[in-house]
């Protein structure tokens, strides 16, 4: 569930980012920027715990949004949004919300199942051609990861090219192509595998069946209902100002550098979306409660339940429903590309909304970023349910293994387990 992840930028000025290497080890704001109305002591347990964890694992800058049902919020930025100008991260900054992404793109998917063009039982077969073994995959199976199709973001060659040229544009179907180059994983529906082939190919679907493209479609049937004007599936690389810089390794020799511009098609309906702090927070409730802000249903009473039903993924705390996790009570999703990591998550039985935002994927020995911030966070808010992902449970969702000068290809990614 490394990314239960995804990428990202305008194409010019990318490629001279792309050469600069950057130093991401600067010491937290003094202070960090936003508004609190929880209690004084619990503010600032969380202000000294997330310092803290910044410092041991070197991370630039982080937002933190919990808000809990009448019962106050806690709404923090701590660190650099730019390391090369000390520009102090902020919370109405634009970020990059990798598979995040999975939950809109899913959330169409089931839209066109409550107006009867799809049903979810149906095979791909049914609405797309050339899906290895299509006749037997469900759309249902692609939503829940249970297809056994190949993951295409950890073919080798694949990794190498988008290292190699990381601001390249890739279509839907050059990374479909790419996915059934391999064999199938498994029988549909005998275990769970996280793959964006998957949410790719439900990307394309929602597009056949709607005739529009997936970006205008969320737009119209997602993001304005529910109020999201800062949401958005770009179509190439840019990002909305403010952002967040995002700092990766993933680069030739392993070296730091800003990602911010890199093209995120690659990930397209499974990890390329655009975000605010503010805007996942609105996002959350209407994901987990099938509701608009309004009072109207997103998806029907029975699709939304259907939805949330998560299944065992055969990690311990860590189920999976319809393009949504489970992780310890707290259903949402989370999201990692190069250069950003973000939570986005409710915990229904105590009314508390999480998001976080880092502009780094610079793992070292500490493991996710997102992670870390998440179980620092929740230790303090939330002590029986932190959040928690084992690591065996976090696949090579996206591209993290660095090309060895040496040969110029990409180390496999390390086996995801399952």
Partial sequence: M??????????????????????????????????????????QRLDDAITAAMKKADIPGVSVGLWFDGRGSYERSFGTADTATGTPMKTDLFTRIGS???????????????????????????????????????IRQLADMRSGLFNYTEDTDWLADLQA???????????????????????????????????????????????????????????????????ALPKGAEIPSPYAHGYTAFSPGGKVVDASLWNPSWGWAAGAMTSTLDDLHTWVPALTGGKLPDGSRLLKTGTQAQRMRALPTGHPGVGYGLGIADINGWVGHNGELPGYETIAARLPQDGAV????????????????????????????????PWSVPAAAQPNATPDAPVPPTTGKATPPKPSGS
Avoid: M
């Avoid at 009867?116 to 006749?135: E, N, Q, S």
């Avoid at 970023?369 to 002590?383: D, K, R």
């Fill in 354 to 385: 999480l998001v976080v935002i880092v502009n780094s994927d610079v793992d070292k020995d500490t493991g996710s970023l997102s992670t870390l911030i998440g179980e620092t966070v929740t230790e303090i808010a939330t002590p029986d349910r």
């Fill in 100 to 138: 995040v992404t999975k939950t809109f793109t899913v959330t169409g998917v089931l839209q066109l199942a409550d107006e009867g063009r799809l049903r979810l039982d149906d095979p791909v077969a049914k609405y797309l051609d050339g899906v290895p073994g299509g006749d037997r995959i469900t």
């Fill in 2 to 43: 490394r990314g239960f992840r995804a990428r990202a930028a305008p194409a010019v000025a990318a490629a001279s980012l792309l050469l600069t290497v950057l130093c991401v080890g600067q010491a937290p704001a003094a202070a960090p920027l936003g508004r609190v109305d929880v209690d004084p002591a619990t503010a």
């Fill in 165 to 231: 040229d990381p601001t390249r544009s890739w279509t839907p179907q050059q990374l479909l192509d790419i996915a059934f180059r391999h064999p199938a994983e498994f029988p549909p529906g005998t275990r769970w595998e996280y793959s964006n082939t998957n949410t790719v190919l439900l990307g394309l679907l929602v597009e056949k069946l709607s005739g529009q493209n997936l970006s205008t479609y969320l737009r119209e049937h997602v993001l304005e209902p529910v109020g999201l004007d800062d949401t």
